[in-house]
């Protein structure tokens, strides 16, 4: 199993959400260890943004968002691996995607959270060239922590003057410092430069499970992105009252759905259906009931499902 603070994590018996390991019960664990899981946050693309990484040389060329999915291959093919299972957040969900467009047979399905899919935005082109701007001049700085706090993380999370910031925002904090200013500038040059990939998703046809968090500025990215995938293959799991990272955020919202769309691939607990059913969350539908907070015995903000009829 690959270390747990690499990019990409090899999944034997754990499932990596954020940064943090959830283990499986006992009655899954069995079968998780026969789904090799390729990870990609968008934080942690490449070896560059690992704890302790040396700063990328200037005279090296900023690498493309093609690039950055090849890389996703070598790492497969070094471990020797072949069809995996991908979950991916912010640019790394569009970097996984991009790899299954190129490579299909290695991929068995998508979970991705918050996913890119179009070319950047004017909006956004401006925030990432400020925050490129201030890494450039000051490195990874509170100004800077503070943008990318707002485009993780709801504003309950981040805290104010009446509410204290959250244990959450206050790791991310610190995990930003222990970065190097000048890689995490190269990733966001790289991720500037990508191109709309819209028109080739209906072209993916393994199963794609999407969770996007309401107050996520990527909430219309993800929403668009929904609508062109092959509806048969396609969820869309909506987190009310939370940003971009629902990994971190809410993580628990998202077991319920993961585990039915896992029980189409004859994981987790034996399902009563003879053959495999054609939605990505199986059995064809999902009882408003299973995503109730209540049901799960959480106190969790609630989520609505958009499934295919």
């Given at each position: 199993?690959?270390?747990?603070?690499?990019?990409?994590?090899?999944?034997?018996?754990?499932?990596?959400?954020?940064?943090?390991?959830?283990?499986?019960?006992?009655?899954?664990?069995?079968?998780?260890?026969?789904?090799?899981?390729?990870?990609?946050?968008?934080?942690?693309?490449?070896?560059?943004?690992?704890?302790?990484?040396?700063?990328?040389?200037?005279?090296?060329?900023?690498?493309?968002?093609?690039?950055?999915?090849?890389?996703?291959?070598?790492?497969?093919?070094?471990?020797?691996?072949?069809?995996?299972?991908?979950m991916g957040v912010t640019a790394g969900a569009y970097i996984l995607t991009l790899f299954a467009m190129k490579h299909r047979e290695r991929v068995l399905g998508l979970i991705l959270?918050?996913?890119?899919?179009?070319?950047?935005?004017?909006?956004?082109?401006?925030?990432?060239?400020?925050?490129?701007?201030?890494?450039?001049?000051?490195?990874?700085?509170?100004?800077?922590?503070?943008?990318?706090?707002?485009?993780?993380?709801?504003?309950?999370?981040?805290?104010?003057?009446?509410?204290?910031?959250?244990?959450?925002?206050?790791?991310?904090?610190?995990?930003?410092?222990?970065?190097?200013?000048?890689?995490?500038?190269?990733?966001?040059?790289?991720?500037?430069?990508?191109?709309?990939?819209?028109?080739?998703?209906?072209?993916?046809?393994?199963?794609?499970?999407?969770?996007?968090?309401?107050?996520?500025?990527?909430?219309?990215?993800?929403?668009?992105?929904?609508?062109?995938?092959?509806?048969?293959?396609?969820?869309?799991?909506?987190?009310?009252?939370?940003?971009?990272?629902?990994?971190?955020?809410?993580?628990?919202?998202?077991?319920?759905?993961?585990?039915?769309?896992?029980?189409?691939?004859?994981?987790?607990?034996?399902?009563?259906?003879?053959?495999?059913?054609?939605?990505?969350?199986?059995?064809?539908?999902?009882?408003?009931?299973?995503?109730?907070?209540?049901?799960?015995?959480?106190?969790?903000?609630?989520?609505?499902?958009?499934?295919?009829?």
């Amino acid at each position: 199993m690959a270390d747990s603070n690499s990019s990409v994590s090899v999944d034997v018996g754990t499932i990596y959400l954020g940064g943090k390991i959830c283990y499986a019960s006992k009655d899954y664990s069995s079968a998780l260890k026969q789904l090799p899981c390729c990870y990609i946050t968008s934080a942690f693309i490449t070896s560059v943004h690992l704890l302790g990484a040396a700063p990328i040389c200037p005279d090296d060329s900023v690498p493309s968002a093609e690039n950055l999915a090849d890389q996703i291959l070598e790492v497969l093919n070094y471990f020797g691996l072949g069809a995996v299972m991908c979950m991916g957040v912010t640019a790394g969900a569009y970097i996984l995607t991009l790899f299954a467009m190129k490579h299909r047979e290695r991929v068995l399905g998508l979970i991705l959270v918050s996913p890119l899919c179009k070319a950047p935005s004017w909006s956004e082109w401006f925030y990432n060239r400020v925050i490129s701007n201030l890494l450039y001049f000051y490195g990874m700085c509170g100004v800077v922590k503070e943008f990318l706090l707002q485009r993780y993380f709801s504003k309950e999370v981040r805290g104010n003057i009446e509410i204290p910031e959250s244990d959450i925002a206050q790791a991310c904090r610190r995990l930003l410092d222990e970065r190097q200013g000048v890689n995490v500038l190269r990733f966001l040059d790289a991720i500037d430069r990508r191109p709309d990939i819209s028109s080739g998703l209906k072209k993916l046809k393994c199963r794609t499970l999407i969770f996007i968090g309401d107050q996520s500025p990527f909430y219309s990215e993800a929403v668009h992105m929904a609508a062109n995938l092959d509806r048969g293959y396609c969820a869309l799991v909506e987190v009310q009252a939370c940003g971009s990272m629902v990994t971190e955020e809410q993580p628990h919202a998202m077991l319920i759905p993961m585990e039915y769309f896992l029980m189409g691939y004859g994981l987790y607990r034996p399902s009563c259906f003879s053959e495999s059913p054609r939605s990505p969350l199986s059995p064809s539908c999902i009882s408003p009931e299973l995503l109730s907070p209540e049901s799960m015995g959480l106190k969790l903000k609630p989520i609505k499902t958009r499934i295919a009829a």
